[in-house]
């Protein structure tokens, strides 16, 4: 075995589907199952049960697994030891959504090249709901997040910046909101819903306290998705305030005062506490404390 193949059993650990760890690697779903089969064979252990519906570790994947996890944090350290000239190099992986990258990342990222120049960045965007989990798959190395309001036991999380989270409507289509009585019925009143995440949470929650079933136009990925459909008339949104200030389309929405209001983000940079051990991992992390605290 070797460490790659650590890594993608780690990830399928994490992710429990054959799938999604076949994409995040470039396998086929053959070459994925060969790949657990010869794990497998070497430790004359079934690693994973699996059904047509589900996929769980057995006892001797989840004893695995806790291997795995500390060869390929000492992996890291040794490489970094075993530098000629003791400059940080290699490689980290960074996920977070396109608001991130404009408002979130550009100080932290400026210091961390002028400081260690022989380290590469792979920076991967998209929906902000996934880049928790991205890190607890083991997919990337250190995401940009809204903060979750329990912490996970096995991730580090540093709160960076809080934001408003808030409901928006489009300017060019007033008929969009729909009122009863000089208030907006909910029930009618077409919802531009997040397909997951924390804002999907509260304002399920935020629904559930009015008890009010609402009218559920379309489920996006994504909030810039989200303020897009908005501006188009095709509904109501919820969205951090911070990612509608950097969109393009902000002159084209309106934030609206509802009551109660939903609870503010809190963004922050997160890892799994065991990638800590990496000292690239250590190195973005004190240079994002310190813009934290400036």
Not at 30 to 41: D, F, V, W
Not at 55 to 75: C, H, M, N, S
Not at 221 to 240: D, K, R, T
């Amino acid at each position: 075995m070797d460490i790659r193949e650590l890594k993608i059993f780690r990830h399928l650990a994490e992710s429990l589907h054959f799938g999604h760890t076949s994409r995040a690697y470039n396998l086929t779903p053959s070459t994925l199952t060969r790949t657990i089969q010869r794990l497998e064979n070497a430790l004359d252990e079934k690693l994973f049960f699996r059904d047509n519906r589900s996929v769980f570790l057995t006892p001797a994947g989840e004893t695995f697994k806790k291997y795995a996890d500390d060869v390929i944090e000492r992996w890291a350290v040794l490489q970094h030891s075993l530098a000629d000239d003791g400059e940080l190099s290699g490689d980290i992986s960074l996920y977070c959504s396109v608001t991130a990258v404009y408002s979130i990342l550009p100080g932290i990222l400026s210091k961390f090249r002028e400081a260690y120049p022989a380290v590469q960045i792979k920076l991967e965007t998209g929906d902000a709901a996934r880049a928790l989990t991205k890190v607890q798959n083991g997919e990337i190395d250190v995401s940009i997040a809204a903060l979750p309001e329990k912490r996970p036991p096995r991730l580090e999380l540093m709160k960076v910046i809080e934001t408003p989270l808030v409901f928006i409507t489009p300017m060019r289509f007033p008929e969009t909101v729909i009122y009863k009585n000089k208030k907006i019925d909910w029930h009618k009143t077409p919802i531009i819903m997040a397909e997951r995440g924390l804002s999907r949470e509260r304002i399920d929650r935020w629904f559930s306290k009015k008890n009010v079933m609402p009218n559920i136009y379309a489920r996006v990925a994504g909030n810039e998705g989200i303020i897009a459909m908005v501006s188009l008339g095709c509904g109501i949104g919820v969205v951090p305030r911070l990612v509608l200030e950097k969109s393009p389309l902000q002159n084209q929405i309106k934030i609206i005062a509802v009551s109660p209001q939903l609870a503010p983000f809190s963004i922050g940079v997160c890892t799994i506490k065991k990638n800590l051990m990496n000292p690239k991992i250590q190195a973005i992390w004190k240079i994002a404390q310190q813009e934290t605290k400036t």
